[in-house]
């Protein structure tokens, strides 16, 4: 039993990172691979959008009954338990900062008790997380609300289609400097697909969340 926590601010881009492990791990591993959608907070990204692609791979999808719907109801449903009692690999896609990470309360113990690994993704062209400052507090935050610690970083930092190579190294040392700060390891760096062949050692990401525009 794994338990991989995806967490940071929101817009860092965990729904995209989150879809793109479940299905690696689909790929890679002999195990169950369930993707938990426990964001109860943003209605517009989010993992309930990738059923059809996750169904295919064989990632089993769970998700507010609100989800893709009208409904305004903030509550994750009773099937959630079956992940605890199952020897499988659980891929939680929270919502963001503090307000998302409140429901991840709700299961802490049972993650503990199994072993798990929260990745704090960041991406420091997000608005109000520009500097380790902002960062580590809304790290801060998340762990309070959640009952859970962040065990590494992810570095998300991209500027959409604008993305470049530039983009990307422009913020490894600030990429670095966090990790110092916090004396947390950099599980990986995430870039888009297009963009393998620059970066071959980082995580090469499908882009699988909606536009908006």
């Known amino acids: 039993m794994k338990h991989t926590v995806i967490t ?60 893709n719907t009208n409904l305004d109801i903030p509550s994750m449903p009773a099937t959630v338990a079956r992940v605890f009692n199952t020897d499988c690999e659980v891929i939680w896609d929270i919502g963001g900062d503090d307000a998302g990470a409140i429901v991840l309360g709700r299961y802490s113990e049972d993650i503990q008790k ?51 190579e530039t983009t990307v190294k422009d913020v490894e040392q600030k990429v670095k400097a966090l990790s110092d700060k916090t004396k947390l390891p950099i599980k990986f760096r995430s870039v888009d697909e297009r963009l393998k062949e620059a970066f071959p050692d980082c995580l090469h990401l499908k882009m699988v969340t909606k536009k908006l525009w």
């Open 114 to 164: 199994q072993g798990y690994e929260m990745i704090y993704v960041v991406n420091f062209y997000r608005p109000m997380t520009e500097s380790e400052e902002d960062m580590t507090e809304l790290m801060g935050e998340i762990e309070k609300a959640s009952k859970l610690k962040v065990s590494a970083l992810a570095d998300n930092s991209n500027l959409g289609s604008e993305t470049n």
């Open 8 to 67: 940071g601010h929101y817009g860092a881009g965990k729904t995209n990172i989150a879809v793109n492990l479940a299905l690696l791990a689909a790929k890679n591993s002999q195990k169950k691979v369930f993707l938990i959608d426990a964001d109860i907070v943003n209605p517009y990204f989010r993992s309930a959008d990738n059923e059809d692609i996750l169904k295919e791979a064989g990632v089993e999808l769970i998700a507010p009954m609100s989800a």
